[in-house]
């Protein structure tokens, strides 16, 4: 740790080298500037508690993002997605998707997804290993992590499976705009991604209203409905489901991909979650603070206020490190330290307060039931070059793992 790395600390303008590691950088700030300024004005957090306290209070710390954003996208159609969508708003539009989507994620809907989870995750790992056998190098992230939540979020918006193709595409593109540097390149991909993404949408908005599905389990037919007399807006439906594909893809995606890479490389926890597989929760939670699917959020404040000790007026800008956070040695005890049984686990990697992830129930049975899963078909699993990093600040993960999986 050297506070030379604090002095130049520029979101928009990374060292290659924090993309692999971030941590030391995280670390320096968290000790010599944990609430730093930055060229742009705004401000990088890195303690828990500033963190935590922010996630708390979202009268004074704002989700708006439209201040933020129109700068950065213009009037483009990647600005109007991502000033509609559920999380980067705050009441009443929040409160109003919100219930619609919770209504759909309800514990026992949870529950009963489970049986066709596990469906799914065998029939990817007999591909897999089928895969293996005829020579094939497997990619733990095309071939498994990435299949999965595309397949359970095209499950929530009934989506044809015949047209799930594009989906992880239209992903990508539209969330990396989120980074804190675009290119003009990145910006059209982006814009691209949304219009046909939103053509897309159309028809299927169309055909579910023709023939709605089940309300308790179809998320599109839920939105179409109302909730307290109120209903969601034809732009406010189409951005919320590109939302609901987008948050439920990247990060679990990540999750999983993330889990099988840390435990490759700490092999005795490994060997322990093999050993006593009924330890695969707290491994999965120790998985999200360790390595956290999504590092960074924003907030901008809604009045004059002050942060550990800074005064900040309002519309000052404000990036929530999570991934720092969820090291912070004044929480977790040796906070590098990998470990599967870490009690207590109070980690941010789903947020906090009003605004915590709210598929935070399918992204934990998804990331439980994959690594449970993986583990006792490939127990000898390895990774066989060096993982391909997502190069992403804002989202931590892998864009190619390269595996042997001992498959026989």
């Known amino acids: 740790m050297s506070k030379s790395l604090t002095d130049n600390f520029d979101l928009r303008d990374i060292p290659a080298s924090f993309y692999s590691n971030p941590f030391p950088f995280y670390d320096a700030l968290r000790t010599f500037a944990p609430v730093k300024l930055m060229p742009d004005g705004g401000y990088f957090l890195t303690r828990f508690r500033d963190c935590e306290i922010i996630y708390k209070d979202p009268i004074t710390f704002s989700s708006d993002k439209k201040q933020e954003f129109k700068p950065k996208f213009g009037n483009t159609l990647v600005y109007e997605h991502h000033t509609t969508s559920l999380v980067f708003n705050d009441p009443p539009l929040h409160t109003r998707v919100r219930k619609l989507i919770l209504g759909a994620l309800v514990p026992r809907v949870i529950g009963e997804m489970e049986p066709g989870l596990v469906r799914l995750v065998q029939k990817l790992l007999d591909e897999m290993a089928a895969k293996e056998r005829s020579g094939e190098t497997v990619d733990l992230i095309t071939d498994f992590a990435s299949a999965i939540p595309v397949e359970i979020i095209g499950n929530l918006l009934n989506v044809p499976q015949a047209d799930r193709g594009p989906l992880r595409g239209w992903s990508l593109k539209i969330l990396g705009a989120l980074e804190p540097k675009i290119s003009a390149e990145q910006l059209q991909s982006a814009d691209n991604a949304v219009r046909e993404f939103l053509a897309y949408l159309e028809q299927l908005v169309a055909d579910r209203k023709k023939n709605p599905g089940d309300p308790q389990t179809d998320v599109l037919t839920r939105l179409l409905g109302d909730i307290d007399g109120e209903r969601l807006t034809h732009k406010e439906l189409l951005q919320n489901c590109i ?27 490994k060997e322990e979650l093999i050993a006593h597989p009924d330890l695969t929760k707290s491994a999965i939670e120790e998985v999200l603070r360790f390595e956290s699917s999504n590092q960074l959020g924003n907030r901008i404040t809604t009045i004059d206020t002050e942060i550990g000790g800074i005064a900040m007026p309002k519309d000052t800008r404000i990036t929530i490190c999570i991934g720092a956070a969820n090291r912070d040695p004044d929480v977790f005890a040796d906070p590098h330290t990998f470990s599967i049984k870490r009690t207590p686990n109070r980690h941010l990697a789903f947020g906090s307060g009003v605004h915590q992830c709210i598929g935070l129930s399918l992204a934990r049975l998804e990331g439980r039931i994959a690594v449970e899963l993986f583990l006792k078909r490939f127990p000898n699993y390895a990774l066989r070059s060096e993982p391909e990093q997502s190069h992403r600040a804002r989202f931590r993960g892998f864009s190619s793992i390269p595996a042997a999986l001992g498959a026989t």
């Open 243 to 269: 939302f609901i594909l987008n948050a439920g893809h990247e990060t679990t995606t990540n999750l999983i991909g993330n889990s099988l890479v840390t435990l490759a490389r700490w092999p005795q926890e």
